[in-house]
């Protein structure tokens, strides 16, 4: 069994605490992704599941084993790092064959599962190489192949693909989903990249600074994000903001700003009353933004072009409102310029409301 439970863990270091309050849930055979910028926790945490690193509160459950105390080495885990780790001096063979010679599992058996893993990530042919012998992307099949021999019951992976470049990157992600597959560990996977998150997780962990923001699946956080900062962290381009204040008129409440004026659904109406929040953070996602004028909108906006990504397929046009910037993606069939005037169209039901106050999603 390789479920893991945290339950209310918290991490300091001295007076300095890192991780507050951290409750997760991750299944048996689950591929999980922790996710979220530099320094929001996720090497802490990733650390503590290790053993690694002590727990300051809060208990770490392996099934249902406790196991706070556990030394790393009695937690039948293994880890990929970004640095790969390997030896130098050794060759790929050895490198991946240390950990078991190291256990005293038998000649065949070592062989039998240094190759066996050679073969799944493609390494067959290079056994007799050495380290610097390799390309990046080999070296870091290396390191995987190094934590699969050991047949662990969890895989921790900290950023493992960060060295490489963007191309490989793609190749890779696809490569380790089929390893963990194959040997149906639990794995759980660090980034700070979100598109690797939303491509890789079953569920996706998002911190930010030493907090749990949110759990979910891909779909989950793209279309019901918690609040708005994990609303502005996933998804590409960016989720985009406008500060509007809340306006009842008899049985309708729209939201405005200086440039633009929202009719809400009922159900989001009834949302905005329950709260009692007066000023909301109106998230909309580049794609709910239709370019030009229709009548049957919810909302349109108005506003003068700042920047134009050309993608080939698309384009990305960022374009000033109220002070701030909101970001469409606009068919190449529409040819939009810099300091052109462009004026937005789009349906209510795909805002996100959130308390400008608290961040919080109004539900
Ligand atoms: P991430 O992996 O998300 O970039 P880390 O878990 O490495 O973040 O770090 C989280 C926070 O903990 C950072 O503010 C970092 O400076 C701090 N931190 C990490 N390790 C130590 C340590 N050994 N001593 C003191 N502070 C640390
Ligand atoms: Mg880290």
Known sequence: MASISL???????????????????????????????????????????????HISSGDLYFGDRRVNDVDVGDRDIAMVFQNYGLYPHMSVYDNMAFGLKRRKVPKAEIDKRVRGAAEMLNMAAYLERRPRQLSGGQRQRVALGRAIVREPAVFLLDEP????????????????????????ATAVYVTHDQ?????????????????????????????????????????????????????????????????????????????VS????????VGIRPERLSLGEDKAADWTVRGIVDVVEMLGSEQYVHFGV???????????????????????????????????ATGRALS
Do not use: W
């Open 7 to 53: 339950r209310n863990v918290a991490k300091f270091y001295g007076d300095v605490q890192v991780l507050f309050d951290c409750n997760l849930d991750i299944a048996d055979h689950e591929f999980v992704v922790l996710v979220g910028p530099s320094g929001s926790g996720k090497t802490t945490l990733l650390r503590l599941i290790s053993g690694l690193e």
């Open 161 to 184: 693909l960060s060295n490489l470049d963007a191309h490989l990157r793609v190749q890779m992600r696809a490569e380790i989903l089929r390893v963990h597959r194959a040997v149906t």
């Open 195 to 271: 598109i690797e998150a939303m491509t890789m997780g079953d569920r996706i962990v998002v911190m930010s600074e030493g907090r749990i923001q949110q759990v979910g699946t891909p779909d989950e956080l793209y279309d019901s994000p918690a609040n708005r900062f994990v609303a502005s962290f996933i998804g590409t381009p960016a989720m985009g903001f406008l500060s509007c204040r809340v306006e009842r008129k008899d049985d309708t409440v729209n939201l405005a700003s200086d440039s633009v004026t929202i009719r809400l659904q009922p159900d989001q109406a009834r949302s």
């Open 274 to 281: 329950r709260s009692g929040v007066e000023r909301i953070s």
């Open 322 to 356: 109220d002070g701030g910037t909101l970001t469409a993606r606009v068919s190449r069939d529409h040819p939009v310029k810099v300091q052109q005037t462009v004026l937005f169209s789009g349906a209510a039901e795909h805002l996100h409301l959130f308390d400008e």
